[in-house]
């Protein structure tokens, strides 16, 4: 009998498609010219580069020159952050963030933190949602610069940008969003959102690893992230990842082309594993908003039992999942985002995030559903946490 695999953990990376490792292949090869080269086999790379350039903006409804290609999300967050910090020196030292942020964005922050700028933290309430209202409080004279994830990769909830950007451009203060899930996953335009930086990553939407762009509003003021060659208009320097950049290309142009139909299918699997997990297993949670949440993301408490000890059993039965972020796991700290909803740390240790994809089908689900009762039970039979904890709040 073939071994089950069950992959659901696509918030952490998803599998290249077919059709993005075939148009990568030839600049390995043949196509292995440098793109500041200027002799034809340069130029036929720097084309490419072009070309996926203008598919990326038109994607997000920006013009080509404000998108700049990173090594991925993590680099694209940085630079939005330190690249508007330094820039802005002069007006002031203040910047603005959620305690929900990935680390690629909370980092940056506390390093600037650590060097003379100041750091406020938006609260989140119980869904983690950020009220404008709080975003308007929070801003000084000082402030240069907000953060706000569109969406959140632990719980899925998706973030009020619309009306946050209301709020900063009427104070005159940069905006930057982490658009890394929901890029290629939900309709992202900068002009709808309001945004001035938004970071995106191509691994999360069945593109390669290594590769990202950050778009930058005309007109915003940058420092450059690497300093050496002229690469993307001087703002981010090195040779470009040419392969990388034309498979993210390719997986794009597949996302518009299947975005819409695949989150209307993978949120009815969604909400199916929710009701199921409900009825299924007592006492326990749903983290993040009920409707405001990414089609893919199922994240749960299941009271009393360990998040880890979840994820080593599903392993075992063929099921990939995550506990919290992948970044995270592997530790022993219970999720920050968890916390920073106000969700005490003996709930948050019990969280579980199954996060579909692609491959996902109603089997899959159906399969889950039969395998995670009787592994919570077993679990929460042996575990010291009490399954009692937070009765009230499931
Ligand atoms: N931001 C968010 C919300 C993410 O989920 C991730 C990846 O997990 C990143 C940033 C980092 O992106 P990358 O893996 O491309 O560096």
Known sequence: MEEKFIYLDYAATTPMRPEVVEVMTPYFTKEFGNPSSLYTLGRNARGAIEDARDRVAAFIGADSREIVFTSGGTEADNFAIKGVAYANEKKGKHIIATPIEHHAVLEPCHFLNKRGFELTYLPVDEHGIVDPADVEKAITDTTVLVSVMHANNEVGTIEPLEEISKVTRAKGVYLHTDAVQTFGHIP????????????????????????????????TRMVSFMQGGSQENNRRAGTHNVAGIVGFAKAVEIAEREMAAEATRLA????????????KIPNSRLNGHPSKRLPNNVSMCLVGAEGEAILLSLDMEGISASSGSACTSGTLDPSHVLLAMGIPAEIAHSSLRLTLGKETTKEDIDYVLDILPPTIERLRAMSPLDASWGKSKC
């Open 268 to 279: 009815e699997l969604r909400d199916h594993l929710i009701r199921g997990i409900f009825e």
């Open 188 to 219: 992202v335009n900068v002009n709808d959102l309001g945004v001035d930086l938004l970071s995106v990553s191509a691994h999360k939407l069945y593109g390669p690893k290594g590769v990202g762009v950050l778009y930058i509003r005309r007109g």
